[in-house]
């Protein structure tokens, strides 16, 4: 049986993220690691899909502890909301969401934002990175600069999220997003979760490396599917629990 043509896309796309975006991720590894040293939190944001890879970074086994992850389901989770409205796929292009979402995550001065989306459009993204640079929070975003650019994109008008970060890491997918046409006009074979997830681990394996080089250890959650795991991390819980609010099972 001939190999499935995404198992090409998907090595291409690591080999062009490894050749490609390791000096960004480096520079974004650095922001992490002073804010963690500096007691601080990594806020991670976005939604839709781009929630796979903030999900990817926090409360996860082997992942770094002071991770928050906001969504906009924080918005019934932690602030009472009607659950109705979220559920329409393009609630993410609705004004005043991000400031709602910010307020309740009380991030701290010094913490970093990681906002992901592909498109980079949406008022979701745009208004939350607008709203952590006013702030003076350093922006990382994890974008498709294909897509942002792209002549087709739903809109061209800016900003975008690349428009506002201070580091920029490219998720090469490309516009659309989906890498893998079958027949005439229908595409498959979505990138962005895939490189998305490379980035994110690319990423905390970095951040960790610094932190050691530092003589500090590495706030690192164990999987709670160890017979240890749960005495291990319930330190780390206490150590960020009114920084980082728990993600539903």
Same mark, same amino acid.
Request: glycine share 8%; hydrophobic share 45%.
């Given at each position: ?6 198992? #090409? ?24 690691? /002073?804010? !963690? ?15 796979? +890879? ?6 996860? &086994? ?12 924080? @918005? ?10 979220? %559920? ?8 005043? @969401? ?13 913490? *970093?934002? %990681? ?5 980079? !459009? #949406?008022? &979701? ?6 709203? &952590? ?7 990382? &975003? ?18 975008? %999220? ?11 997918? *490309? ?10 006009? +229908? ?14 681990? %690319? ?7 610094? @932190? ?5 250890? *590495? ?5 709670? #599917? ?15 629990? /009114? ?7």
């Amino acid at each position: 049986m001939p190999e499935p043509a995404y198992a #090409n896309i998907a090595r291409t796309a690591l080999e062009q993220i490894l050749a490609t975006q390791l000096g960004a991720i480096e520079s974004a590894a650095t922001l992490v690691a /002073d804010a !963690i040293a500096a007691d601080g939190v990594l806020q991670a944001y976005g939604t839709g899909h781009s929630r796979i +890879v903030t999900l990817e970074l926090a409360a996860r &086994a082997g992942g770094l502890a002071p991770v928050g992850m906001l969504a906009v389901k924080d @918005l019934v989770m932690f602030g009472g909301a009607d659950p109705g409205p979220i %559920l329409d796929p393009t609630y993410e292009r609705e004004s005043g @969401l991000a400031e709602r979402i910010y307020k309740l995550a009380e991030p701290s001065t010094q913490d *970093p934002f %990681l906002i992901v989306s592909n498109s980079g !459009i #949406n008022a &979701a993204i745009i208004e939350m990175a607008t709203l &952590a640079r006013e702030r003076e929070h350093p922006i990382i &975003a994890v974008t498709s600069l294909t897509h942002t650019r792209s002549a087709g994109a739903r809109t061209t008008q800016g900003p975008h %999220l690349a428009d506002l970060a201070d580091v920029v890491i490219d998720n090469l997918a *490309p516009a659309g997003d989906a890498a893998l046409e079958i027949s005439p006009g +229908v595409r498959i074979g979505a990138i962005s979760s895939f490189t998305g997830v490379l980035i994110a681990q %690319l990423l905390t394996e970095l951040v960790c490396r610094r @932190l050691l080089d530092r003589g500090i250890d *590495p706030p690192v959650h164990t999987s709670a #599917n160890l017979a240890w795991g749960d005495a291990r991390n319930a330190a780390l819980q206490e150590r960020y629990r /009114d920084r980082v609010r728990p993600i539903e099972p």
